[in-house]
């Protein structure tokens, strides 16, 4: 069975930066696994696993501009210290430089910033995709292709090992 809309899709995987730095990979225990073809993915990285097969491996690049776009500099943002103050006290446990914070946008999104710097009354915060500016680079292998259950049509996801569990 090869990989194609609509097909439940296992992979392992390696993600390095464009200067072999590892980003993430996946683990024996807790592998990749995808409904191929319903906008879950970057269109890059389908495009490259379309028409494998199991045991297939794989080694591509995709441009930053074509995964999680440049590094905007308007999302870095000098927040008001207040923003970190719940019930009159200063969540100084949050306010650790490199520490991913999940916060409420203008339209009530959710969206996770970085804190960059800490200063006295205003707190610099980084909104980009942490890959944003980053060429990235996979290799891995098939490990399965199926076809989803009806289930996994509906829900637009995979379940079971390596997808969700519900
Ligand atoms: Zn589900």
Known sequence: MIIMKNKAVTIS??????????????????????????????????ANLLGMQQKETFDFHIKSDRAYGEVDKSAVVDLPIQTFVFDDKLATEMLVVGKMIPMRNDQNQLIHGKIVEVKKDTVKMDFNHPLAGID???????????????????????????GHHH
């Not at 191929?36 to 990285?45: A, E, I, R």
């Not at 990235?136 to 390596?162: I, K, M, Q, Y």
């Open 136 to 162: 990235l680079h996979f290799t891995g292998e098939v490990l399965e292709v199926r076809n989803a259950t009806e289930d996994e049509l509906a829900h637009g996801h995979v379940h079971g090992p390596g």
């Open 13 to 46: 995987y390696v993600l390095r930066d464009s200067a072999g730095t590892l980003i993430e990979q996946t683990t024996p225990d807790n592998p990749l696994a995808f409904l191929f073809g319903v906008g879950g993915m970057l269109p890059d990285f389908e």
